[in-house]
């Protein structure tokens, strides 16, 4: 079985510009689940989508937002760049049902770099 | 609250001998304990987890103990080797029933020493 895939793995933004990062889980998994890992700080929980439809949310501002498609895949979009947002985005996916407490395995990531 | 600490940050072991690293986590409803490894430039990848109704799981040279009481969890790895170097991020299930999620530590770099 393919792993997760993210497009694109590099990224160059200037501050207030957007950004839309793309997610392709393992095939079967229904859950995906977006992180922010930043040096010092760890994986920090942006959200997640199960069935097209977001089912948790950390504590980010509105500018970054997310969607789920009919075939599992996500984005997330982040609109006025910072150049606190530069960091290494991961999603994860996991099996049906789910839940947290399902094995969650990770993309390579997105490095984020905001000038 | 929601809240997972890890402790050491950094840990440098000798080759051979043991590496434990510790995490404490607030929300007494958490119920999924897995542990991350992360090489440098590379995904995390699952190493073990653990669940509430069991107190410990051993694969190999790895271990994770699980004292619900004290609400602490640790990864013991024995006999280390060089591969064995990378940062190590434990997690807990947090949130109410529904709306769980994955908290991380912080995460501890972990050298071996040839």
């Known amino acids: 079985k393919a792993g997760v895939t993210q497009t694109p793995r590099y990224l160059i933004k200037t501050r207030g510009q957007q950004v839309t990062l793309s997610c392709s889980p393992i095939s079967g998994h229904r859950s995906v689940s977006w992180y922010q890992q930043t040096p010092g700080q760890g994986l920090q929980f942006l959200f997640e989508?199960?069935?097209?439809?977001?089912?948790n949310k950390g504590n980010f501002p509105g500018r970054f937002s997310g969607r789920q498609f009919s075939n599992s895949r996500s984005e997330m979009n982040v609109s006025t760049l910072e150049l606190g947002d530069s960091a290494l985005y991961l999603c994860a996916s996991s099996l049906p049902p789910g839940l947290p407490t399902d094995t969650q395995y990770f993309g390579p990531g997105t490095r984020l770099t905001v000038l | 609250g929601e809240n997972v600490e890890q402790h050491p940050s950094t840990l440098s072991v000798q080759e051979g001998d043991s590496a434990v690293i510790k995490c404490t986590y607030s929300?007494?409803?958490?119920?999924?304990f897995p542990w991350y490894k992360q090489e440098l430039g590379k995904r995390p990848q699952l190493i073990i987890d653990?669940?509430?109704?069991?107190g410990e799981k051993k694969d190999q040279r790895i271990a994770v103990t699980l004292n619900k009481t004290a609400k602490h969890f640790s990864l013991h790895i024995t006999e280390t080797q060089p591969e064995d170097s990378a940062v190590y991020f434990c997690?807990?299930?947090?949130?109410?029933?529904?709306?769980?999620?994955?908290?991380f530590g912080t995460g501890t770099r972990l050298t071996i020493i040839p």
């Open positions: 929300d007494s409803a958490s119920n999924y």
């Open positions: 997690a807990a299930t947090t949130g109410s029933f529904g709306n769980e999620k994955l908290t």
């Open positions: 989508y199960f069935s097209e439809t977001q089912r």
């Open positions: 653990i669940r509430s109704n069991v």
